[in-house]
């Protein structure tokens, strides 16, 4: 069992290119979320989904989109790398449930680390 | 505006004896708390979490202890090994959040020392 698995691991980024960060996850859940994590900072949301189709902005999504096309998939998208982008981003994500305590334990996949020059 | 901070970047502590983190938040809605433990390299995984309703919430050598009226709570992890050595999140949910968002706080590095 994969959990989340995120694709690619690193990447290193010119300012002005564009790249798109794959998130897939094989647990059949229906919430998945996009977080950036810089020093000092913790894990910010940037994106996230509630079902395959929809997606909504989080606390940080200039400069970011989002797709989720198939259930198991969430794409992140940069259109223009700036280097305020250079982060680890984390992609997670949940059950849908009405137990309080499931709903909000999320899978996070081991991130991808960006460096925009 | 940092709703979840976790004041201490970093802690050390001694193999064996306890080790105790700490996190404040500001928005008194928030009604759900989670630790989450993160190793280099690796995503973050659920630890422990409680409920707004409790006070404490055990789960073997990881306790946590939530203070409503000082929006406080902590992790206490007894005894402390050195497999704890690790990076810990707090982070809260508000029931008014469908889609089951957190907010982090920004992680303290802890080491245990043999």
């Known amino acids: 069992n994969a959990g989340v698995t995120q694709t690619p691991k690193f990447r290193v980024l010119k300012t002005g290119q564009s790249m798109t960060l794959l998130c897939a996850q094989d647990?059949?859940?229906?919430?998945m979320y996009w977080y950036r994590q810089d020093p000092g900072m913790g894990l910010r949301l940037i994106h996230y989904?509630?079902?395959?189709?929809?997606?909504a902005k989080g606390e940080v999504p200039d400069g970011y989109n989002v797709s989720r096309l198939k259930k198991q998939n969430f794409l992140l998208g940069l259109e223009s790398a700036a280097p305020s982008q250079t982060s680890v981003y984390f992609c997670?994500?949940?059950?849908?449930?009405?137990?309080?305590?499931?709903?909000?334990?999320?899978?996070f996949g081991a991130g991808t680390r960006l460096s925009v020059l | 505006d940092q709703q979840v901070k976790q004041n201490s970047p970093s802690l050390s502590v001694q193999e064996g004896r306890i080790s105790i983190l700490n996190c404040d938040y500001t928005?008194?809605?928030?009604?759900?708390f989670l630790w989450y433990k993160k190793y280099p390299a690796e995503g973050p995984t659920f630890l422990i979490s409680?409920?707004?309703?409790?006070d404490k919430n055990e789960d073997g050598r990881f306790t946590v202890f939530l203070n409503k009226s000082a929006k406080h709570l902590s992790l206490h992890i007894v005894p402390s090994q050195p497999g704890d050595s690790a990076v810990y999140f707090c982070?809260?949910?508000?029931?008014?959040?469908?889609?089951?968002?957190?907010?982090f706080g920004q992680g303290t590095r802890l080491t245990i020392n043999p």
């Open positions: 647990m059949n859940h229906e919430y």
């Open positions: 409680i409920s707004s309703i409790k």
């Open positions: 928005n008194s809605m928030f009604d759900y």
């Open positions: 997670a994500s949940s059950y849908k449930t009405l137990d309080r305590e499931a709903k909000n334990i999320q899978y």
């Open positions: 982070a809260a949910s508000a029931p008014w959040w469908g889609a089951q968002k957190l907010v």
């Open positions: 989904s509630v079902g395959e189709g929809t997606t």
